[in-house]
T-cell receptor, first 115, second 113 residues
């Protein structure tokens, strides 16, 4: 069974631009979560989508948004990029039950560099 | 918000040595998770712990859920080169939602042959 895929794997943007990252979950998984990983802050939860609805949200500014499509694929968007947005963005998928976070499978991430 | 202190930040060890790392929290969790991340990959779940005092093994890896529910430990015995990577702990709130998953900042394990 194919794993979680994320595209693109690497991205370079400049301040003020916006970016859209894509995540395709494991077939049959309906929950997709997004995380930001930086050396200073570690892994931080951005948001989770289930059945095209945002089910949980972390403490990130409104510049960070996401959506999920009917096939469970998800995108996240960051508008008005700042230097501090440089990070590895990870998505993780799971079947979607309320207590199955321990069965999340992570993708390889998209490394975003903001210049 | 929740704070997870993971230590040590990095470890330089010889192949064959045992490794210990731990995470402590200011608050109680009801689930502890341990992940490993290799370069260019996302974290992979190693061990999940659900009860205070629980000791669980996965091959050469052994993890424990602290009795106070505020800490967890991971041990790796007889380390081998493929153990290299970053090990993360994560604690989960009772609510179970993804926003309840808090990660430590990782322990970088480097093994010298």
């Amino acid at each position: 069974k194919a794993g979680v895929t994320q595209t693109p794997r690497y991205l370079i943007k400049t301040r003020g631009q916006q970016v859209t990252l894509s995540c395709s979950p494991i077939s049959g998984h309906r929950s997709v979560s997004w995380y930001q990983q930086t050396p200073g802050q570690g892994l931080q939860f951005l948001f989770e989508y289930f059945s095209e609805t945002q089910r949980n949200k972390g403490n990130f500014p409104g510049r960070f948004s996401g959506r999920q499509f009917s096939n469970s694929r998800s995108e996240m968007n960051v508008s008005t990029l700042e230097l501090g947005d440089s990070a590895l963005y990870l998505c993780a998928s799971s079947l979607g039950g309320t207590a199955d976070l321990e069965t999340q499978y992570f993708g390889p991430g998209t490394r975003l560099l903001v210049l | 918000g929740q704070q997870l202190n993971q230590s040590p930040q990095s470890m330089f060890i010889q192949e064959g040595e045992d490794v210990s790392m731990n995470c402590t929290s200011s608050s109680i969790f009801n689930t502890w998770l341990w992940y490993k991340q290799e370069p260019g990959e996302g974290p992979v779940l190693l061990i999940a712990l659900y009860k205070a005092g629980e000791l669980t093994s996965n091959g050469r890896l052994t993890a424990q859920f602290g009795i106070t529910r505020k800490d967890s430990f991971l041990n790796i015995s007889a380390s081998i080169p493929s153990d290299v990577g970053i090990y993360f702990c994560a604690g989960l709130y009772s609510g179970g939602g993804a926003d309840g998953l808090t990660f430590g900042k990782g322990t970088h394990l480097i093994i010298q042959p």
